[in-house]
T-cell receptor, first 112, second 117 residues
Framework: QKEVEQNSGPLSVPEGAIASLNCTYSDRVSQSFFWYRQYSGKSPELIMS????GDKEDGRFTAQLNKASQYVSLLIRDSQPSDSATYLCAVTRGNNFNKFYFGSGTKLNVKP | GAGVSQTPSNKVTEKGKYVELRCDPI?????LYWYRQSLGQGPEFLIYFQGTGAADDSGLPNDRFFAVRPEGSVSTLKIQRTERGDSAVYLCASSSWGGLAEQETQYFGPGTRLLVL
């Protein structure tokens, strides 16, 4: 079983819609969770971090964490064509906060 | 500098050759990480430095891979006897150790695309 699982997509949404990206992880004691955006041919760029159960909002982005169900999600409101990218979920395992485990990413296409 | 920098941006080499990839972290960041990303995959952890020492090298695939950070700033990833399977994007990241270990955030450089022919 992979540490972090993501649907590879592509996920297609129309401009202005809400995009919902999901990630599940295997280590029940994972404590730190991150969403990175990666444009084709570019390096990952941090979007959100979340450490506690519940929702965390930053502009059009909301991260949701449910440790009991071992999933973390990212909602993008009012999706724009410029949001089209691959979204990577990363988690840490146990008390090792420096080793990030990444999912394979979900490709998002926002259609104008 | 303003961000993590990596050189070269692209490297083409022949099977069996030796390569060095360089990373210059964000100024003041004490932690430095190397990852490898293959096409269609997420970054895969290789090694982590805290200061000059390798705190975790559990991701290095074999003894052909080695990394150093002699002065606690710039790091070099060294690959001996390169193989075609080493072809990937090698990413470097750094973080600042703000005090809450569980909230460390890693910032990535642009990567080095390595192609082994």
């Amino acid at each position: 079983q992979k540490e972090v699982e993501q649907n590879s997509g592509p996920l297609s949404v129309p401009e202005g819609a809400i995009a919902s990206l999901n990630c599940t992880y295997s280590d029940r004691v994972s404590q730190s969770f991150f969403w990175y955006r990666q444009y084709s041919g570019k390096s990952p760029e941090l979007i959100m971090s979340i450490y506690s159960n519940g929702d965390k909002e930053d502009g059009r982005f909301t991260a949701q964490l449910n440790k009991a169900s071992q999933y973390v999600s990212l909602l993008i409101r009012d999706s724009q064509p410029s949001d089209s990218a691959t979204y990577l979920c990363a988690v840490t395992r146990g008390n090792n906060f420096n080793k990030f485990y990444f999912g394979s990413g979900t490709k998002l296409n926002v259609k104008p | 500098g303003a961000g993590v920098s990596q050189t070269p941006s692209n490297k083409v080499t022949e099977k069996g050759k030796y390569v060095e990839l360089r990373c210059d972290p964000i100024s003041g960041h004490t932690a430095l990480y190397w990852y490898r990303q293959s096409l269609g995959q997420g970054p895969e952890f290789l090694i982590y430095f805290q200061g000059t020492g390798a705190a975790d090298d559990s991701g290095l695939p074999n003894d052909r891979f080695f990394a150093v950070r002699p002065e606690g700033s710039v790091s070099t990833l060294k690959i001996q006897r390169t193989e075609r399977g080493d072809s990937a994007v090698y990413l470097c990241a750094s973080s600042s150790w703000g005090g809450l270990a569980e909230q460390e955030t890693q910032y990535f450089g642009p990567g080095t695309r390595l192609l082994v022919l």
